[in-house]
């Protein structure tokens, strides 16, 4: 069956673990046996584990960045893309988020992941808000203060009911774009 999985695979099983175990539990031998394989699969994909890691982290951007943006960019035009963008981010599960920037406080390599996806999201939201009209300085601003309400909302775990998750982002997208 080793043959038969993809590095991809391997990649797959790793986010799954990162996010229900963390970090710790990112180790050839114990993901091989989660997945009914030798652990020589995982080094016929991967010369160690550190390239294991970087395949991880690679992906992550892609699931928690580009994927989001595309599906912004792709929604509606007569849809607000702000709006669209943070009522899917204040609508996720966050296990991920929240995994991946606890490696980081232990890992210069996670560390440096976790800084530039903060740079692009934080990018991201500052031109969505230019294009709505803000200034440069007031859209930066805006975005970051944004961004670090979303990270509190990460890092809280807490869901909200529906309707007060729903007055929230009404309150939020108002101040944001306000001029």
């Known amino acids: 069956m080793g043959d038969q999985l993809s590095g991809q695979d391997w990649v797959d099983q790793g986010l799954k673990t990162l996010a229900k175990s963390g970090f710790t539990a990112l180790k050839a031998e114990p993901l091989a046996k989660a ?13 160690d584990i550190s390239a294991f890691h970087a395949a991880i982290l690679k992906q992550w951007r892609e699931i928690a960045a580009e994927q989001i943006i595309a599906g912004v960019e792709a929604a509606s035009k007569d849809e607000n893309p702000l ?3 943070l009522r899917r981010v204040f609508g996720a ?6 995994a991946v ?3 980081a406080s232990v890992d210069p390599a996670a560390r440096a992941a976790v800084q530039a996806i903060d740079r692009r999201r934080l990018g991201y939201v500052e031109s969505l808000l ?6 440069a300085e007031v859209a930066r601003a805006r975005a970051q203060i944004l961004y670090w309400a979303f990270l509190g909302f990460a890092l ?5 009911p529906k309707a007060q998750q729903r007055a929230m982002l009404d309150e939020m997208l108002r101040i944001a774009t306000s001029r």
């Open 35 to 47: 997945m009914g394989v030798s652990r020589g699969s995982f080094y016929w994909h991967f010369a």
């Open 130 to 135: 230019t294009q709505s009209g803000l200034s």
């Open 101 to 103: 920037r606890t490696w």
């Open 156 to 160: 809280s775990d807490q869901p909200l």
């Open 93 to 98: 599960r966050l296990a991920l988020e929240n």
């Open 83 to 85: 709006e669209v963008l």
